[in-house]
């Protein structure tokens, strides 16, 4: 998207991003969130200066209703305009937007406004679709990092044996698993063992998928899931053999460390999880698979039905 395009009338009116806003939500009509009647001659526009823009009432069961309603815009203060730009914002920026750089942008009050505001669009950037990744012919890869400091360092390996250097071989685990020129499912998890691991491959990754991975033990006895598993050998500077390689997985590594560490800098591991289904939905809708700034951020608009996420829960620890 050029950076001419933020010069479109939703991100600055808020008649306009609200009609923009509606059009995406209720694509076959105004739709009641109480008693779901569909059809926009099914509700009225309550008009005056005792009802706020867009507030519609429902002719079947006269209950009033926004666009904004089951969204995680609810009962925010923030104008919706201001909404749509920072999730064009974060969708537009291959690694992030600060929530400093947000404030800036967006004129806000504080920087708790805007850090609660990203994470709301991230909640609405999480990913619902249950379909493995793969199929017959495709090939998956496997591969998991370490960011950052871990909350609490354990003592010993996943084997049982004490870790030489604990501080340098531990920290915050997260793995990823990346169809080879197509989307990615990507995890933050406690523990990064081989029980762990293989459960998040054996239920994300199609059966009839050509797993590749490094030479971890954390994947050993995979072959038995999967059509081959096919691996290359890290430790004996073997990158890739033939199509066997990690290097779609690593590439979603280095973008995500470079985002992490470059835009966002500091980040709670209770937080984390957030931040990894931010990069995980940008390269699920990258400009390579024929997805551009505005359909993504109309994506991650349609995204921000049916989740809520209160600054409580933003406390809350990750899964």
């Known amino acids: 998207m050029a950076n001419a395009t933020l010069s479109d009338p939703i991100f600055h009116d808020e008649g306009a991003a609200r009609a923009h806003f509606e059009k995406l939500r209720w694509p076959a009509g105004r739709t009641c969130p109480h008693c779901g009647v569909v059809g926009d001659d099914q509700s009225t526009l309550l008009q005056g200066k005792s009802h ?8 079947a069961c006269a209950q009033p209703f926004t666009a904004t309603i089951g969204t995680v815009y609810e009962d ?5 305009h201001k909404w749509l730009l920072a999730t064009h914002l974060m969708c537009a920026s291959k690694k992030g937007i600060s929530a400093l750089q947000l404030q800036r942008e967006l004129a806000l009050g504080s920087y708790r406004t805007a850090w609660f505001m990203a994470h709301r669009i991230r909640e609405a ?4 679709d249950d379909t493995p990744l793969g199929g017959e012919g495709k090939i998956v890869e496997a591969d998991e990092t370490y960011y950052g400091k871990p ?28 169809e080879r020129g197509g989307k990615a499912k990507v995890f933050h998890v406690a523990v990064a063992d081989k029980a762990t ?16 991975t490094d030479e971890s033990r954390l994947y050993h006895g995979a072959s038995a899931a999967f059509a081959t598993h096919e691996t290359v050998k890290h430790s004996g500077g073997e990158y890739a053999r033939g199509d066997v390689h990690t290097n779609s997985a690593e590439g979603f590594f280095g973008v995500f460390k470079k985002g ?3 835009v966002y800098q500091h980040c709670a591991e209770k937080h984390l999880h957030r931040y990894v289904t931010e990069f995980n939905f940008r390269h699920n809708t990258r400009a390579k698979l024929g997805v551009d700034d505005v359909t993504r951020t109309d994506l991650a608009l349609i995204g921000t ?3 809520r996420l209160t600054y409580r829960r933003t406390d809350a620890a990750y899964v």
């Open 52 to 59: 706020r823009p867009g507030l519609y009432k429902c002719k």
């Open 76 to 80: 925010s203060k923030v104008p919706l």
């Open 125 to 128: 950037m999480t990913d619902t």
């Open 151 to 178: 909350a609490i360092t354990p003592a010993l390996r996943t084997s049982g044996e004490p870790f030489k250097y604990p501080k340098k071989r531990n920290s915050r685990p997260v793995v990823a698993l990346v």
């Open 197 to 212: 691991v293989q459960k998040i491959v054996r239920e994300n990754v199609h059966p009839a998928s050509r797993l590749h």
């Open 260 to 262: 992490m560490k470059g």
């Open 305 to 307: 039905v049916g989740k």
